[in-house]
């Protein structure tokens, strides 16, 4: 029952910026963590940044300094704002929401392309 939709991918040159956008529906609980993973062509997924209910992150060592994630626990929305976005960024990437209600449960995105290429 519970969705989460992505937007916000796109085709930018390197030193760009985009802003990913992803919301949840479906639940009257609050996720904790949310966070961004991605997956390229024949590479296992990796995870890129989480923020947990009360607005503590955690980033890859590869997008610190260059990617910021934050949410809106009102809306069920988690953002990613990457800028100076390099080559090596390029894969689709999925939103996470981890649901704590007695147990631990994850939802995913259905993906979203981010090509950097020049």
């Known amino acids: 029952q519970v969705q989460l939709v992505e937007s916000g991918g796109g085709l930018v040159q390197p030193g760009g910026s985009l802003r990913l956008s992803c919301s949840a529906s479906g639940s009257i609980f609050s996720f904790d963590p949310m966070a961004w993973y991605r997956q390229a062509p024949g590479k296992q997924r990796e995870l890129v940044a989480d923020?947990?209910?009360?607005?503590?992150?955690n980033y890859a060592d590869s997008v610190k300094g260059r990617f910021i994630i934050s949410r809106d626990n009102a809306k069920n929305t988690v953002y990613l704002q990457m800028n100076n976005l390099k080559p090596e960024d390029t894969a689709v990437y999925y939103c996470n929401a981890r649901q704590r209600v007695g147990i631990i449960r994850d939802y995913w995105g259905q993906g979203t392309q981010v090509t950097v290429s020049s």
């Open positions: 923020i947990s209910r009360g607005g503590s992150t």
